[in-house]
């Protein structure tokens, strides 16, 4: 299976810090992207990094891709209270149906 | 750009009914999907057309639910009959290019049947 597994499943921080989520997977991909939740809303995608690259930044995102252990990381800096939210990855297979699995998600809850 | 509109936002039905969900996907996406998410199961893909065409409906849970895409700009998810265990959020998404870039989620419709 591709799907993603999210590691851990549940955080909770207090404003100001770090928060870091692992996934992991099972197979070869083409890209691994990272979507936010919020509650009763609809996924937003995040960010994308594909299997060449090992890091990728956007504001206070940083991702990283480990292919050789079938793993990525998100790291929040700084921490908000509006970062409380699920966030899942999600992965797209190297070959085969163009679509991605999502994994379950990991709840963040940041602690004004 | 409006981004992916679903209607309605919330559909409250008794059990046995017709059900009627809609997507207007991002204007350009050739690809669009059909989610469903609840606590115990999460997110589940239920179906994707490429082009508006169904490429793969093995997550549709069984015959009562279908799905079309008549053209670029709509689709509809429908449910007949309806049941209680079929009460989830239901999301659409479009994306351009299918997996190699993001998806774009609609708000989601909140189905309960009772």
């Known amino acids: 299976s591709q799907q993603g597994e999210e590691d851990p499943q549940a955080l909770s921080i207090q404003e100001g810090e770090n928060a870091t989520m692992n996934c992991s997977y099972k197979?070869?991909?083409?890209?691994l992207q990272w979507y936010r939740q919020n509650s009763g809303r609809g996924l937003v995608h995040l960010i994308l990094?594909?299997?060449?690259?090992r890091e990728k930044h956007s504001g206070r995102l940083r991702v990283t891709l480990d292919t050789s252990k079938k793993s990525s990381s998100l790291l929040i800096t700084a921490s908000r209270a509006a970062d409380t939210a699920s966030y899942f990855c999600?992965?797209?297979?190297?070959?085969?149906?163009?679509?991605?699995?999502f994994g379950k998600g990991n709840q963040v809850v940041v602690i004004p | 750009d409006a981004g992916v509109i679903q209607s309605p936002r919330h559909e409250v039905t008794e059990m046995g009914q017709e059900v009627t969900l809609r997507c207007k996907p991002i204007?350009?996406?050739?690809?669009l999907f059909w989610y469903r998410q609840t606590m115990m199961r999460g997110l589940e893909l239920l179906i994707y057309?490429?082009?508006?065409?169904?490429?793969?409906d093995s997550g549709m849970p069984e015959d009562r639910f279908s799905a079309k895409m008549p053209n670029a700009s709509f689709s509809t998810l429908k449910i007949q009959p309806s049941e209680p265990r079929d009460s989830a959020v239901y999301f659409c998404?479009?994306?351009?290019?299918?997996?190699?870039?993001?998806?774009?989620f609609g708000s989601g419709t909140r189905l309960t049947v009772v």
């Open positions: 998404a479009s994306s351009l290019w299918g997996a190699n870039y993001g998806y774009t």
């Open positions: 197979t070869s991909i083409n890209n």
């Open positions: 990094i594909r299997s060449n690259e």
């Open positions: 999600a992965t797209a297979p190297s070959y085969g149906n163009n679509r991605l699995a």
């Open positions: 204007s350009g996406h050739d690809y």
């Open positions: 057309f490429n082009n508006n065409v169904p490429i793969d």
